[in-house]
T-cell receptor
Framework: SAVISQKPSRDICQRGTSLTIQCQVDSQVTMMFWYRQQPGQSLTLIATANQGSEATYESGFVIDKFPISRPNLTFSTLTVSNMSPEDSSIYLC???????????FGPGTRLTVT | AQKITQTQPGMFVQEKEAVTLDCTYDTSDQSYGLFWYKQPSSGEMIFLIYQGSYDEQNATEGRYSLNFQKARKSANLVISASQLGDSAMYFCAMRESPYNTDKLIFGTGTRLQVFP
């Protein structure tokens, strides 16, 4: 298994500002995923982050709005830029360990944009 | 395109009873994996159980079992002996390959409430 931590756990931000969310894993992992869960909705993948390469974004998500860094095999950041109230969501980091089929999630970052 | 359908927005079950949460999926792939996650009000996603498309037996993990009917493309979660702590959102998800390195597609979820 993998133990994943995220910072911050929650934040309230003003529109127009940016927030960087950190994801730390207790072991080296190849693939890291960033998901968004809007209020009352299911999870939607934002992007997949591999170490040493550019993140791959899903349809509807762009790098200028959600830049991602993946400097090493245990860490990634997601920035939510120029925030609007529509960005209010839970943002979840997820990893696959490459050992088993399981995909693990971090505790999430609950973001509210006012 | 892959799709996951959960038709039960909410379910109620009495403590100690069993409950089945429905999940159907649509894919043209022969090789895929099916997952169930639990999301308490805290927001974390807790992995419950996994079923690979080539697994002949239904997966079980403690009080959780997955009723896998491949021909009907269904992967229902059965929770036996429900506990008050089982109250949460439950999401069914699919990955195109039973192996790693691919995203999960999630259903809309079912909110389970367990009452005494």
């Amino acid at each position: 298994s993998a133990v994943i931590s995220q910072k911050p756990s929650r934040d309230i931000c003003q529109r127009g500002t940016s927030l960087t969310i950190q994801c730390q894993v207790d072991s080296q992992v190849t693939m890291m995923f960033w998901y968004r869960q809007q209020p009352g909705q299911s999870l939607t993948l934002i992007a997949t982050a591999n170490q040493g390469s550019e993140a791959t974004y899903e349809s509807g998500f762009v790098i200028d709005k959600f830049p991602i860094s993946r400097p090493n095999l245990t860490f990634s950041t997601l920035t939510v830029s120029n925030m609007s109230p529509e960005d209010s969501s839970i943002y979840l980091c997820s990893v696959e360990t490459g050992i088993s089929y399981e995909q693990y999630f971090g505790p999430g970052t609950r973001l509210t944009v006012t | 395109a892959q799709k996951i359908t959960q038709t039960q927005p909410g379910m109620f079950v009495q403590e100690k009873e069993a409950v089945t949460l429905d999940c159907t999926y649509d894919t043209s792939d022969q090789s895929y994996g099916l997952f169930w996650y639990k999301q308490p009000s805290s927001g974390e996603m807790i992995f419950l159980i996994y079923q690979g498309s080539y697994d002949e037996q239904n997966a079980t993990e403690g009080r959780y079992s997955l009723n896998f009917q491949k021909a009907r493309k269904s992967a229902n979660l059965v929770i036996s002996a429900s506990q008050l702590g089982d109250s949460a959102m439950y999401f069914c998800a699919m990955r195109e390959s039973p192996y790693n390195t691919d995203k999960l597609i999630f259903g809309t979820g079912t909110r389970l409430q367990v009452f005494p």
